[in-house]
Structures are given as C-alpha cells and as structure tokens.
C-alpha cells in the first residue's frame, strides 16, 4: 500500500501572524534602545567615577555611600517631599470633593463631559508655559496677584518666589491646579464602575452623601486610589521642571524649592566636569525609594481590602 508524502504548506493565516513579529519590530527595537539600554547603562555608570566621556573607572559602591552621606542630597530630596505633600493632600481633596458632588444621586449634576474636559485643561497645557504665566503674575514687583493685593490695602509687595515657604507653597499649589483634573477624572472612572444599587439602598436606608461615601465608595475606590496614589508618589519624586523653571533668583536655583532630580541634574549635565556616575547612583538610591514605598502602599491597602 503507498504512503502518500504530503507536505504540509503553511497556510496564508500563519503567514499573516508570522507578518504581525515585522511591524511590532520597530516598537521593539526603539524600545530597547531608549528605555531599556538607558536603565542598564545607568546602573552601570553608577558603579563607576565617569565624567561622561573617556574610560569608565570602576569604584563599587563609593558613589551611593556619598549619595547617603550626602546631606545636600537629603535636603533637596526634604524640600520634594514637601512640595509634593502639600500638593497630594490638596489634590486629593478636591478629586474627592468634586467626585462626591458628581456621583451623588440627589444632586444629579449634569454635564460631566464638559466639567472633565475644563478639570483636565491645565494638565495638557505644557509645563514651560505654566511656568511663563505664574512666574509674571507672581512677581514681587509687577505681578497681577501683588497689584490686586495692593488694592486692598496690602502694601508691602509679598516675594513669592524669593522665599522658601511662599515659593514651595506657590509651587504646590501649581501643581495641585494641573493635576487635580487628573485625579478627578481616574477616580469619577472608578466610581461609574460601582453598581448604582448599592448607592440607591444606602439613601432609602437613611445613609446621608458622607456615609454613603465613606462605607460604599472609599472601600470599593481603593484600586484606583492606590494607583493614584503610586503615580503621584512617582510623579512627585521626578519633580523637575516648574521648581526649576520657577525656583531660581537671578538665574540660580532657590534652595527651598531645589528637588531631588534638579540635584541629580546639577551633577550628570551642570557641574564641569560632569560626575555623571554620582547622578546615575542618585538616581537608583530614588528608584529604591520609590519602590520600596510603593510596595509598602501596596501591602497596606490590600491588607484593608482583606
């Protein structure tokens, strides 16, 4: 009896899937290059004395016992964590305000889109320009704030950004306007996820807007809290370009408002000869940092969630 000896052909679909590896090549490859190599090469140059050109000289862990020896570096990591803090407690506050007022059953406000669109306004305009705007309208000599002020009787002009409170402070609250509409619109999302029925028994139980909130959405908003949370902590600890657009006197930076990566900045791209191996060490100890507390927010809130 003959064997038949087919050959099996692929078919046009295996073809097709093997068609999908050569256009996600180009993501795969710019991803590598500019993401990937660069956290390697980081880690690398940390271990080493390198000025950002010539031969890398190997010193081990030199660079991250100065880093936390450092105390300049533990100021300016102190005035981030600062500016953030103010920052974080305001926006979430009035994140969680607006969405109790929008997700609230007796006030049915309408209009949602709308309101998201004009809370994330200020989050897509660019930081250069932010910055532009509220440095004119806070100068101590010719700014639009000190002259209203002026109108009602306060005539010693107030330097908004020539001292360490007032410029911090500035600065929170610049970024709590750019970012709360981020906020918002995360945890409105979160709370559209929630079955309105919950909600409805709450209120003919008797449960006013505050309880309901507090027993019904806090605990179901978690997920979406902790990511909020964690990307803030992340966006906060890269805080780089308002303090350093915004923080300086006559070209240098204030030290109330100098952040940990305008220190890093300093040593990889200011200093001559760059200490590029000290900026990359400054930059994994900040790595660590991060991820250590995130694991710890992790932990915590999914410990409540239990």
């Known amino acids: 009896m003959a064997v038949s000896n087919t050959v099996t052909r692929p078919t046009k679909k295996k073809n097709y899937n093997n068609m999908a590896y050569v256009f996600v090549l ?29 031969d890398v000289d190997y010193i081990g862990f030199k660079n991250y016992i100065r880093v936390l020896q450092d105390k300049y570096f533990w100021t300016a990591l102190l005035n981030t964590v600062k500016i953030w803090g103010v920052n974080i407690v305001l926006q979430l506050a009035m994140a969680f305000l607006l969405t109790i007022a929008f997700s609230d059953i007796k006030f049915k406000i309408k209009g949602l889109g709308f309101f998201r669109a004009v809370y994330y306004l200020p989050n897509i305009i660019a930081a250069t320009s932010v910055a532009f705007l509220f440095k004119t309208l806070l100068d101590w000599r010719y700014g639009t704030i000190n002259q209203i002020l002026a109108k009602f009787g306060v005539d010693q002009p107030i330097n908004w950004l020539g001292q360490p409170v007032t410029a911090r402070l500035s600065i929170s609250l610049i970024q709590t306007w750019m970012w709360f509409g981020n906020s918002f619109i995360m945890l409105m999302a979160g709370v559209q996820g929630i079955n309105k029925d919950y ?47 915004m923080g300086t006197v006559n070209g240098e930076p204030l030290g109330a408002t100098q952040t940990a990566i305008m220190y890093l900045y300093k040593f990889g791209f200011a200093t001559r000869p760059k200490q590029v191996g000290y900026a990359s060490a400054i930059a994994y100890i900040l790595f660590l940092m991060i991820l250590v507390i995130s694991v710890i927010q992790f932990k915590v809130m999914n410990r409540k969630e239990d």
């Open 26 to 54: 180009p993501f795969v490859v710019v991803f590598l290059i500019f993401s990937v190599y660069p956290v390697f090469r980081t880690l690398q140059l940390s271990f080493a004395n390198y000025k950002g050109f010539g």
């Open 199 to 245: 909600f409805e028994a709450a209120s003919i139980d008797g449960a006013g807007r505050w309880k309901s909130f507090f027993y019904i959405t806090l605990p179901l908003l978690r997920p979406i809290l902790l990511y909020v949370t964690i990307t803030s902590l992340i966006g906060g600890i890269q805080m780089f370009d308002l303090p350093f657009l």
